[in-house]
T-cell receptor
Framework: DAKTTQPTSMDCAEGRAANLPCNHSTISGNEYVYWYRQIHSQGPQYIIHGLKNNETNEMASLIITEDRKSSTLILPHATLRDTAVYYCIVKEPWGAQKLVFGQGTRLTINP | DAGVTQSPTHLIKTRGQQVTLRCSPKSGHDTVSWYQQALGQGPQFIFQYYEEEERQRGNFPDRFSGHQFPNYSSELNVNALLLGDSALYLC??????????????FGPGTRLTVL
């Protein structure tokens, strides 16, 4: 079973910031938070990951609470191409640990 | 640099038949994982191959088997197909000895329809 809980769906206006929450209250000290997204009819795509510090890359920002029980993925200026299902996953980073996907959040960017 | 490739793109089979799906990992990757994604669901882990051996397995019956070749490419075989095997089959590759975040790269998937 997935160790994360996400809202089923969200909407966001084009050009605005999209904030996607994720609860992972049972996360262990060795586990990282990963975000993937899946655009319709494509394979999942890695977005970002983090342990406890906030992280930012060219795609998004990841904010992890101090107790690490929840996190928020931020798409700063959402475009129509960001419409996708977003998955929050917690796992240990080493080796090639399997990804346990939940239902994810279906994000729709509206023009 | 080619990413993860899968073949075929689409496949239609009938119940009881057998099917083989193929995956070529991203250049430099040595580990291949297979996932099944039913319509409207998140991907479910089937198994993972490293050094030509099955290293991890999800909750799938023995009808699902696989193989990894010396060039790291992989096959997924499903015997005695059931209607419920209709799904998108995804292949993901990674580098097991990566010291960092060990990102997995996914292929576009093979859409299997069982009639």
């Amino acid at each position: 079973d997935a160790k994360t809980t996400q809202p089923t769906s969200m909407d966001c206006a084009e050009g605005r910031a999209a904030n996607l929450p994720c609860n992972h209250s049972t996360i262990s000290g060795n586990e990282y938070v990963y975000w993937y997204r899946q655009i319709h009819s494509q394979g999942p795509q890695y977005i970002i990951h983090g342990l406890k510090n906030n992280e930012t890359n060219e795609m998004a920002s990841l904010i992890i609470t101090e107790d690490r029980k929840s996190s928020t993925l931020i798409l700063p200026h959402a475009t129509l191409r960001d419409t996708a299902v977003y998955y929050c996953i917690v796992k240990e980073p080493w080796g090639a640990q399997k990804l346990v996907f939940g239902q994810g959040t279906r994000l729709t960017i509206n023009p | 640099d080619a990413g993860v490739t899968q073949s075929p793109t689409h496949l239609i089979k009938t119940r009881g038949q057998q099917v083989t799906l193929r995956c070529s990992p991203k250049s430099g990757h040595d580990t291949v994982s297979w996932y099944q994604q039913a319509l409207g669901q998140g991907p479910q882990f089937i198994f993972q191959y490293y050094e030509e051996e099955e290293r991890q397995r999800g909750n799938f019956p023995d009808r699902f088997s696989g193989h990894q070749f010396p060039n790291y490419s992989s096959e997924l075989n499903v015997n005695a197909l059931l209607l419920g095997d209709s799904a998108l089959y995804l292949c993901a590759s990674s580098l097991v000895l990566a010291s960092s975040y060990n990102e997995q790269f996914f292929g576009p998937g093979t859409r299997l329809t069982v009639l």
